[in-house]
């Protein structure tokens, strides 16, 4: 008890711990003869928000709940602020997480929620009721304190939840899925204010979703996952223009997998041909021969002034009209194309014949090694 | 090494060189406590088989000597399982008289050293060693590194293996043995394949039937009965608008906190040779007194009033559990209400129709009280098994081979509705909301569940009539004068100079019985919820072999029970027959399977990330369990507490072959006044006991609480006693 009080003394005095980095060195985790996790290496570096990102099953919410504590590391070595903490149960790791469905305790009071964890720390009553009384100021929910759960709204639960979780100024904050329980408007707002959050307090945030738009958004890096390995990792901006694989290609945003040939090399830049195209690109690695692209839909111009010479031909078959956009589905001879076009009046009406050209400055991609 | 390690070696210490190491109940004197018993000095007189036992002890003490931390779990590891392993062996190895093995008499020539049954010095040094083998696992790592979890799984299994599968597994080795104790099987084989077992000469003679076949075909005619009765009422009360379902709620709980011999007992007082109608039925018709109600229809009408109510708890789930929309999607295809009850409804109760089958089956099986009360010359295995034991006979081996047979009538009903049923539940309850609308019951059904279910159900009433009125008149069917006679025989306080005094006859086995009950409910609520706990909240190699010997003991009868303790605590090392301990023990692990299940039915519908929430803001396992997982558990404690204390103020199977004149339980000085013919007496001290356990409950309710959940989930706590109560 005196041990901990005096841990926490100096914590309130100082008022801010430093964030600490996450580190997995070859990460696996089994269950009987299931593999979630597969040799997973990855660093989060200190007061950087990571994105795990992935479909549902690809062992990404197993990855979260590892630094947690909540499930142990069948092999491989787990370390936060450079410590190793490996078989460290959950209690004893300065980590907090803010869960799916919050996890707010229904038997207590909104105040008491936010002052469990000092107060099982062993702070004073007072004590602890002064610290989440100073989170609930941060999230906004002052005057609230009062209520018990259920008689708050989702938005606001998930307040209290961020506010529980912040109350012991973790080195490491944990997100899982927070945003799922909450509707779509609400959504965007709530992430921006994560995100403001992390950033005002410089905080450690490692953050499960498997909606790829919220992940673009908030990230400082994106960890892809699939079928328990890491698919690849790196800057929003990398994932969407230069895909690792065919699965990133597709997952993070909508890609026309489409299949070219290079026809020649020049230094970093390969020229590909698609049908009758050709377009300059980074090889990324690829040799002479065939290859598959990833192209973006809004990197696919049509234009209904008829076939052009050097260009593909192809006919609208669908339309959809979605205000800021218009969606298309065109057929041609490289395949079924997904076309979308962003401020343009006039819908191009199915069944139109158009011809179809690559915008080249972004959004055509070559993948490699598929 | 944490503190709470230090602190388990150093009770091991204690235990070993402080506490006497021998000896329950004997008083222990004051130099016994300063170490003069204790194993240690034991060890040093002459008791050479206690010195191993301090290596374990100062290996413990290695890891917090040295600063190093890598290896400290191996060591705790190491020192725990030698200890254990030490005390096992010495105990079992030198018995009372001397070796106990033949091996190691021809080795070291007889009788050997000797010794009597562990104290409270061994058990807490034993403890001691489990625990720090336990946190040793917690420092390797298993179980998320949580010595709280490890430990309990280290506890709660330490138990079962004591007080459940070693007296099993004693009386499985008695029945192979002969009275001397040597390993005899053709003995086995003779007293197995006794006539008066399986013979069949009742199909072709006037001779009697074996006592297996007996006790089959009226389990067989109970669990029909019951399902039949139970089925009428659960449709009356879903699906009908019947006037009195509240009623009919309140009669199926009223069994639960009735002694199961009293029923029978009512019977006798209504049907005997001078029961109430047989009576009327003499002076008013000239039929004359006989004594039918002894023997098969009286312990089938008894186990029908005694289970009934269960089946009906089962059947009701079921029924409310079929979707209404099935039903309409029916009606909707143009089937008639008759066709529709036919095909879909019936169909659909499959599965709970059996479960309910079952349930009364093994009910009837284990039951006790009213055989040996109605039965007559009917036998069946449960009286046998205790006139075996205590009767002319005495033959301990021939108990057991009976007790091997209802064992394996009891858990081949188990397997087979695990096996039969475990696949084939139609779940019909979905996640999704149902509007339709419960079909109405068909003519005909309704007016054949009515006809069945309203004179059963005023014959209930009847009986508890008697029970309410007998203990109250001179005597029932002779002489109706209203007399406090019987109550004050029972319960007579005198006021003498030196204070009050409790002169009447009952004080002694009341006060034991309250005693033992109260003890047993908070123990019993403990061990289960934890072990629900375990169960459902943490993930550990050998869970369904655990989960297995926690609900073992519920497929038990009480009379195998209390025989296999008999058998098995009545030497050392462990001697503990004859204490108010083993009754506790007793209570506590045959009621333990309620406890486990009604924790976790409450523990899957409280979400799991709420434990986890409160792991990672700091809290150990024991505090989440104090501050989150209890608190939310009210309702399961409630359950448990209120299950374990009724079943110890009404349990007789088991416990009779437990007590002692100093430990006489209520129910079995009732049986002995039932025996002596003193009905008026038994019947008041029921009635005492039933109002006692009234009010039992009404305190548990109060003193656990509610749970506090806010506005929007209140009321959705059925309360899950009932649906668990077997004997």
């Known amino acids: ?370 | 090494m944490s503190r709470a390690t230090l602190g388990w070696i150093i009770l091991g210490w204690i235990g070993y060189a402080l506490l006497p190491w021998y000896g329950l109940d004997a008083a222990p004197t004051f130099s016994d406590y300063l170490g003069g018993g204790s194993g240690l000095v034991r060890g040093l007189t002459g008791a050479w088989w206690l010195l191993p036992i301090l290596v374990p002890l100062l290996m413990s003490l290695w890891p917090s000597v040295r600063s190093s931390r890598s290896s400290d779990g191996d060591w705790l590891i190491a020192s725990g399982a030698l200890g254990l392993a030490l005390i096992i062996l010495q105990g079992f190895t030198i018995g009372l008289n001397g070796w106990t093995f033949d091996g190691l008499k021809a080795l070291f020539g007889e009788p050997g050293p000797r010794q009597g049954g562990m104290g409270y010095g061994a058990a807490l040094t034993a403890a001691a060693f489990l625990i720090v083998l336990c946190h040793g696992f917690a420092a390797r790592g298993w179980c998320r590194g949580d010595a709280f979890v490890t430990s309990s799984i280290g506890v709660v299994i330490a138990l079962i293996l004591v007080f459940v599968f070693f007296p099993v597994s004693t009386i499985l080795a008695s029945a192979f043995a002969d009275n001397n104790g040597n390993f005899a099987p053709g003995e086995f084989v003779v007293k197995f394949m006794d006539r008066s077992i399986w013979g069949l000469d009742c199909l072709t003679s006037d001779l009697r039937c074996g006592v297996a076949w007996n006790t089959l075909f009226l389990g067989l005619l109970v669990g029909v009965g019951t399902t039949a009765l139970g089925l009428a009422f659960a449709l009356i009360a879903t699906r009908t608008a019947f006037r009195y379902k509240k009623l009919l709620r309140v009669m199926s709980v009223l069994p639960i906190i009735t002694p199961p011999f009293v029923i029978g007992l009512a019977l006798i007082l209504m049907f005997g040779r001078s029961g109430a109608l047989s009576s009327v039925l003499w002076e008013w018709l000239g039929i004359p007194r006989s004594r039918w109600i002894y023997g098969l229809p009286g312990v089938f009408i008894a186990q029908l009033l005694a289970f009934t109510p269960i089946a009906f708890l089962v059947l009701i789930g079921v029924v409310q559990g079929i979707s209404p929309s099935l039903e309409e999607a029916s009606q909707t295809l143009r089937a008639k209400s008759w066709t529709t009850f036919l095909t879909i409804t019936l169909p659909l109760m499959r599965p709970g129709l059996a479960n309910a089958f079952l349930l009364g089956f093994v009910e009837s099986l284990a039951d006790f009280g009213n055989p040996l009360v109605l039965g007559g010359n009917y036998e069946v295995l449960s009286t046998k098994i205790f006139f075996a034991v205590v009767g002319a006979q005495q033959d301990q081996g021939r108990a057991a081979v009976l007790s091997i047979i209802l064992l394996a009538f009891t858990l081949g009903a188990f397997w087979l509705q695990h096996a039969w049923l475990g696949k084939k539940v139609y779940t019909t309850v979905t996640g999704k909301g149902d509007a339709g609308i419960p079909l109405p019951l068909p003519r005909r059904v309704a007016i054949a569940s009515y006809l069945t279910a309203i004179p059963w159900a005023l014959f209930t009433l009847a009986i508890y009539a008697i029970i309410m009125v007998g203990g109250f008149v001179r005597s029932m069917g002779r002489d109706y004068t209203p007399t406090l006679d019987h109550l004050l025989t029972a319960f007579r306080i005198e006021n003498t100079e030196r204070g009050l005094y409790f002169s009447g006859s009952a004080w002694d086995s009341f006060f034991a019985t309250v005693k033992v009950a109260a003890l047993s409910a908070p123990l019993t609520a403990a061990i289960g919820l934890l072990t629900a706990y375990l169960l459902t909240r943490q993930r550990f190699s050998g869970q369904r072999a655990f989960e297995f010997g926690t609900l073992l003991s519920f497929a038990i009868p009480g009379t195998v029970v209390g025989v296999s303790y008999i058998l098995a605590f009545n030497v050392p090392p462990i001697e503990i027959t004859g204490t108010g301990f083993i009754l506790v023990m007793c209570f506590v692990f045959r009621n333990m399977p309620v406890g486990v299940r009604s924790g976790i039915a409450t523990l899957s519908q409280i979400d799991k990330s709420l434990d986890e929430a409160s792991l990672t803001l700091g809290a150990r396992s024991a505090t989440t369990m104090r501050r989150v997982v209890l608190p939310l558990l009210r309702p399961a404690v409630v359950a448990s507490l209120v299950y374990s204390f009724v079943r110890a103020m009404t349990a007789v199977s088991a416990v009779i072959f437990l007590v002692t004149a100093e430990y006489n339980m209520a129910t079995t000085y009732i049986v002995g006044r039932v025996e002596a013919g003193e009905f008026g007496l038994a019947i008041a001290y029921s009635t005492v006991l039933i109002i006692v356990m009234l009010l039992a409950i009404v305190v548990i309710q109060l003193a656990v609480g509610e749970r506090r959940l806010g506005r929007r989930s209140a009321a959705a706590n059925a309360n899950p006693v009932a649906v668990q109560a077997v004997p």
Not at chain 1, 71 to 84: R, Y
Not at chain 1, 308 to 335: D, F, M
């Open chain 1, 1 to 370: 008890m005196n041990q901990m009080t005096s841990l926490l003394s100096p914590r309130s005095a100082t008022s801010k711990k430093q964030a600490a980095s996450v580190e997995f060195r070859n990460v696996t985790k089994r269950y009987g003869t299931v593999t979630a996790v597969d040799d997973v290496s990855f660093i989060i570096d200190a007061g950087q928000l990571v994105t795990l990102l992935g479909p549902s099953g690809c062992g990404k919410t197993t990855t979260l709940r590892m630094i947690a504590g909540l499930e142990m590391a069948s092999s491989g070595q787990i370390l936060i602020g450079g410590k190793d903490v490996t078989n460290l149960s959950a209690a004893d790791r300065d980590v907090s997480m803010v869960f799916q469905s919050y996890a707010l305790f229904p038997h207590m009071s909104v105040l008491e929620n936010v002052a469990y964890g000092p107060s099982v720390q062993g702070a004073s009553k007072k004590d602890a009721q002064a610290m989440a009384m100073e989170k609930l100021a941060l999230v906004g929910l002052t005057g609230l304190e009062k209520r018990v759960p259920s008689e708050l709204s989702g938005g606001q639960q998930q307040r209290v939840a961020v506010a529980r979780a912040l109350v012991l100024e973790p080195q490491v904050l944990l997100f899982d899925e927070p945003l799922s329980n909450l509707d779509a408007k609400l959504r965007r707002r709530v992430r921006e204010d994560i995100r403001e959050l992390q950033q005002s307090l410089n905080l450690t945030v490692a953050y499960v979703t498997h909606d790829q738009e919220e992940a673009l958004a908030v990230s400082d890096r994106i960890i892809v996952m699939s079928n328990a390995r890491i698919a690849q990792t790196g800057t929003p901006r990398e994932l969407y223009e230069e895909p690792a694989d065919l699965f990133v290609a597709d997952f993070i945003g909508d890609a026309n997998i489409l299949n070219g040939t290079v026809v020649g090399l020049t230094g970093p830049q390969a020229r590909v041909q698609v049908d009758r195209l050709h377009i300059d690109l980074p090889h990324r690695g690829a040799g002479q021969g065939p290859v598959k692209l990833a192209v973006r839909p809004d990197a696919i111009l049509i234009d209904e002034s008829g076939p052009q010479p050097g260009e593909i031909a192809g006919q609208v078959r669908k339309v959809s009209y979605l205000g800021t956009q218009i969606e298309y589905e065109v057929e041609s001879p490289i395949g079924e194309l997904f076309v979308v076009q962003y401020g343009r009046k006039e819908p191009i009406a199915a069944g139109t014949p158009v011809s179809i050209s690559f915008a080249l400055q972004r959004g055509v991609a070559i993948i490699p090694g598929a």
